[in-house]
């Protein structure tokens, strides 16, 4: 699932020196289940068949978050053996190719861009110029140079709070400065609309972009698209400042300011160096053709996300970082922020000394973020439930064409899927539903699997399965959801409490379904929900739950049938979003 910035886990150098006396107290947290046993580390391939089980799950999991695959992320030759891998099966399951130029990839045109160290913010006005340091203080989320001197700036107010927020006019040729809670990467991608397409420079900030904008400093990708709408040549550049650079703009702490409140003048100079990237990035994209001829030519899409985010520049203690997270962080990236109580501190050197009691030769240094769950669950149920249907014969086979995409670069900001849905191999409005899978794998009682809106944890069990936006365009699919699950007796308790309108984690723009919902395609997004493993480097194939998830499948197979064999296209009776404009749950 895609995550804003990506967080690396903590070392273990650092766990072992966070003392009880050291700790930061917080309040205590509920007391979390020991995580589940682990299966074995590596797992030898075993022939898949046409049913849909964990065996199957199993053995290509351990094939696609192999150490080998070196965390899959967009861009790079991991990324391309995962793509590979994928699509080898669809091609021995003999699913017909929908990518480019009669084969199963589609490739964007992706390239890195990077912030070049001599760029500066220099602030003037009364007293002595202060210098920002580019990559610590402030970094660029646009792909726009500039060089703009004396500039000057305006508090913005509260992005996001139309009655907080100063006009077009009142922004026009100056910095505007904006105070954000949430903000993702598509919509910086995006722009702000056009009521500030007349500033010169846009910045945002808050307290959790703080250790975001070292991460925007480093090399970033794109996908370099032409048709994309996306902020005017020549509209405003986009920057992210820390909470205390963006401080030193205003003679008084931003928390007080009122929207039109003038700023200390700037000079900007913005340097961005674009380069290819070395490996290509692509979507796996084919197709099971309907055996109705009347409706083949409409689509079921069933999905999940090819990548992941990559490896660590140093190396970490697997089982540390597990204990710690366990009990700390149970929300693994989610909650990076948090640190052990002394009364936690002291359970995570208790179970740490015990697992090594019991484990004397396991110590072993991990620096790949495996992403077995997130989305490595997803893209090997995708293949499951493609085999499924590839093993059909005759009347058995689906009336609608069913169309499978992995997309790539989810967790670059949906880069994959908002371009298939900006380029589809298929007419778009040809496609009836999209059931996204992502993170597919937990569940489980010891997992915190969210939060309520109400910030109150959740966990997983038996027969736990997160649902969201599955009513939020049709009802119809949202009601069959529930019918299914019923008919076939596949015994899930549905958790919709993270698809509650204004949820903080915004968990509806955050994964590959919105950019099909956007264009006014009902989705439905499957999940087990998160765990302290989510962006870690402890996400491997040992920790999931294969039976659990095979469960997931079936159901997801049953409900692309029913959709498929209807005697109509489900019913958009919701309003449909802006396809250009800003997410918002």
Not at 117 to 146: E, H, M, N
């Amino acid at each position: 699932m895609s995550r804003f910035a990506r967080l690396g886990a903590l070392s273990a150098a650092a766990v072992l020196a966070l003392a009880p006396g050291a700790a930061r107290a917080q309040a205590a947290a509920d007391a979390v289940p020991a995580p589940a046993a682990p299966l074995p580390l590596k797992h030898a391939p075993q022939p898949t068949t046409g049913a849909i089980t964990a065996a199957d799950l199993m053995t290509r999991l351990y094939i696609f978050a192999d150490d080998s695959m070196m965390g899959r992320e967009a861009g790079t030759e991991g990324n391309v053996k995962g793509t590979n891998y994928i699509a080898s099966e669809v091609r021995r399951l003999g699913l017909k190719p929908a990518g480019e130029d009669g084969g199963y990839f589609q490739t964007l045109p992706f390239k890195k861009i990077m912030l070049d160290p001599s760029s500066s913010i220099v602030i003037g006005g009364t007293g002595t110029p202060a210098r920002l340091a580019a990559g610590t203080d402030w970094a660029a989320a646009g792909r726009k140079s500039v060089s703009l001197h004396d500039l000057p700036v305006v508090y913005g107010g509260t992005l996001g709070d139309s009655t907080a927020m100063i006009s077009g006019d009142q922004a026009a040729g100056k910095m505007v400065v904006f105070a954000v809670s949430n903000v993702r990467a598509p919509q910086l991608r995006r722009g702000f609309g056009d009521t500030y397409a007349k500033a010169a420079a846009i910045v945002v900030s808050g307290p959790f972009l703080d250790p975001i904008v070292p991460r925007y400093a480093r090399p970033q990708t794109f996908v370099d698209d032409p048709s994309r709408v996306a902020p005017t040549p020549n509209g405003p550049s986009t920057l992210l400042l820390t909470t205390a650079a963006a401080g030193q703009l205003f003679a008084s702490p931003m928390a007080g300011l009122a929207p039109g409140a003038p700023g200390r003048p700037v000079t900007l100079e913005l340097k961005l160096d674009i380069t290819p990237v070395p490996f290509p990035a692509r979507n796996v994209v084919a197709i099971l053709p309907g055996r109705d001829p009347a409706v083949a030519g409409e689509y079921v899409a069933i999905g999940g996300h090819n990548d992941h985010i990559g490896t660590n520049t140093r190396p970490v203690d697997h089982d540390s970082i597990r204990i710690y997270n366990h009990l700390v962080r149970p929300g693994g990236a989610e909650d990076q922020q948090k640190q052990a109580t002394p009364e936690q501190q002291a359970q995570v050197n208790q179970m740490l000394a015990d697992w090594r009691k019991a484990h004397p030769n396991s110590m072993r240094a991990d620096s790949i973020s495996n992403g077995a769950d997130d989305d490595g669950s997803g893209s090997v149920s995708v293949l499951e439930i493609a085999e499924k249907f590839a093993s059909l014969k005759g009347n058995d086979r689906p009336r609608r064409s069913i169309l499978f995409v992995w997309h790539v670069g989810e967790e670059k900001g949906l880069l994959g899927s908002e371009y298939y849905t900006d380029h589809p191999t298929v007419p778009r409005d040809s496609i009836v539903a999209q059931l996204n899978m992502d993170m597919v794998g937990r569940g489980r009682a010891s997992d915190v699997t969210g939060q309520s809106a109400a910030g109150q944890a959740l966990h997983g069990g038996p027969d736990y399965l997160q649902l969201v936006g599955s009513r939020r365009l049709s009802t119809e699919l949202g009601n069959l959801v529930e019918q299914v699950n019923k008919d076939d007796k596949s015994g899930f308790v549905f958790d919709y409490s993270m698809d509650a309108n204004g949820h903080p984690m915004n968990i509806y723009c955050r994964s590959d379904h919105y950019e099909y919902a956007r264009y006014g395609i009902p989705i439905v997004f499957f999940t087990t929900g998160g765990h302290s493993d989510y962006h870690q480097v402890t996400d491997e194939p040992e920790y999931i739950d294969y039976d659990h998830m095979a469960r997931v499948d079936n159901l997801v197979y049953d409900i692309a049938q029913k959709v498929a064999n209807l005697d109509h296209r489900v019913v958009v009776d919701q309003p449909k979003p802006d396809p250009h404009g800003v997410c918002r749950q």
